[in-house]
């Protein structure tokens, strides 16, 4: 198969293109601006496109047989900040790529978001892809731009699909976390990227580990090569046609104030040193700007997954401390 991976250049594209070169089954063609998270990923039957994903030339779309789509900004300080470029990129580029998809009849896996599913809910739910109510903030807290132009992007994709147009499968990743997320960040600085990349800086420098609101959000963490398998599960089956999926490890759910104390203890394991950071409570306005708002999100139902025969297989001890891991290599902390 040709599969095109478009933001191949991410973390998570990264990982893709690496799990799918090892599997010796695919050419990969991978589009993205920047290659630095893809240094040393090479092979015969891979091929790199440079490109601004906002350009995705005619020619890729039209040699692959799959399109992978992970083209979006994901962090949350972005939504704040710069709304209107959210919207652009996250909808209208990922909406043009579908109607190069339509056009050139290929089908298309679309990776969206579990925050489409908005607010919270009360504990003891869980989302369901094909059931669960979405509800999103007001219109003038802005960070809500990225789920609704998401969520208004599957919306499309699904109409099309109804009429016989494309063939896609959407995927709603719930925090993926491995080696090359994000960047690390001077400690103690605030917004920028997602919470593991915050973290791993103040366990590295010293310094605050900053809990927004508390550290009272739940998150449900997935390792990346659970999130790679899922991919394949994907690939490999033809009932994930016109489907949408949830990518989640349910069992890996925690609170934001207590992942603060896993991940000392990790790095304290893998050092044998005390880190020398401090978890400090902060409000979400201070630390990402006005216009945010957070969910406190619970844990995805992924019996649709399971039924093409796969189940995660990392816990979060296990995901957090490979990353932590390689991060602490990267610094030369360790050497193993
Ligand atoms: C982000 C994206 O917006 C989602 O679309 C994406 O699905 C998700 O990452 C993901 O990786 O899958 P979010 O879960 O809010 O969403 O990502 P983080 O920035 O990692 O925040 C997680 C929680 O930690 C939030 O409650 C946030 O307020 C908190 N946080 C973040 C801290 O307490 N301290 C920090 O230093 C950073």
């Not at 440079?50 to 020619?59: G, Q």
């Not at 300080?77 to 996250?90: G, T």
């Not at 934001?256 to 790095?267: C, G, N, Q, S, T």
């Not at 990392?314 to 030369?332: P, S, V, W």
Request: with cysteine; aromatic share 10%; charged share 20%.
């Amino acid at each position: 198969m040709n599969i095109a991976i478009l933001g191949a250049g991410g973390f998570i594209g990264s990982h893709l293109v690496e799990h799918l070169l090892a599997r010796g089954e695919h050419s990969i063609v991978g589009l993205d601006i920047e290659d630095e998270k893809l240094q040393g990923i090479e092979g015969p039957a891979f091929t790199f496109v440079r490109s601004d994903v906002r350009e995705v030339p005619d020619s890729v779309v039209r040699d692959a047989d799959v399109v992978v789509d992970l083209i979006a900004y994901a962090n949350p300080s972005i939504y704040v900040e710069s709304p209107l470029e959210v919207f652009r990129l996250n909808f209208m580029t990922n909406l043009e790529i579908a109607n190069q998809c339509i056009r050139y009849g290929k089908r298309l896996i679309q990776y969206s978001t579990s925050e489409v599913y908005g607010k919270s809910r009360p504990p003891d739910t869980v989302y369901f892809e094909d059931e669960t109510d979405m509800i999103m903030g007001p219109t003038t807290k802005q960070r809500w731009i990225y789920a609704v132009a998401k969520q208004l992007l599957e919306r499309v994709i699904h109409a099309h699909g109804l009429l016989g147009e494309i063939d896609y499968t959407i995927v709603r990743p719930f925090n993926f976390i491995g080696p090359r997320i994000d960047y690390l960040v001077p400690a103690g600085s605030m917004g920028g990227p997602r919470v593991f990349a915050h973290f791993m800086s103040a366990l590295l420098e010293g310094g605050p580990m900053y809990l927004v609101d508390g550290g009272a959000a739940h998150r449900t963490f997935m390792s990346i090569y659970d999130a790679n398998t899922a991919l394949q599960a994907i690939l490999d089956s033809p009932a994930a046609s016109q489907q949408i999926y949830n990518f989640g490890n349910p069992d890996n759910n925690i609170m934001i104030r207590d992942l603060a104390p896993l991940m000392m203890d990790l790095y304290q394991e893998a050092t044998g040193q005390a880190p020398r950071c401090e978890p400090t409570e902060v409000s979400g306005e201070t630390f990402y700007g006005e216009g945010y708002e957070d969910m406190d999100r619970i844990p995805p139902d992924i019996s649709k997954l399971r039924a093409l025969g796969w189940e995660p297989t990392r816990d979060l001890n296990e995901t957090f401390g490979d990353t932590i891991r390689y991060y602490l290599k990267e610094a030369g902390r360790i050497s193993v």
